[in-house]
């Protein structure tokens, strides 16, 4: 297994979501087989803060959530948060 392992797919353009339902299928599938968490502080261990000590990351429920439903252009990510 790799560590630190990165994924980059093209959800969307302007023109609108650039998967098929399929393809979503499958990578939603691929997704929920990942183990994508937060990443954690020392100074945080029960990573109630997590979400503000790394607002760039996003955890499982909201990756499956941003592949099959990608944001139209200028609109909020949907995570949790």
């Not at 502080?41 to 990573?47: A, E, L, N």
């Not at 803060?49 to 790394?54: C, E, G």
């Not at 499982?60 to 949907?78: E, F, I, M, S």
Request: overall charge positive.
């Amino acid at each position: 297994m790799a560590e630190n392992a990165r994924v980059e797919i093209i959800l969307r353009t302007r023109k609108g979501p650039r998967l098929d339902t399929e393809s979503t299928q499958v990578r939603a599938e691929a997704i929920r087989r990942t183990t994508i968490t937060m990443p954690t502080s020392i100074h945080d261990p029960s990573g109630k803060f997590a979400r503000y000590n790394f607002p760039g990351h996003i955890d499982l429920d909201d990756t499956l959530t941003l592949v099959q439903h990608p944001p139209a252009p200028g609109k909020r990510l949907p995570a949790s948060w």
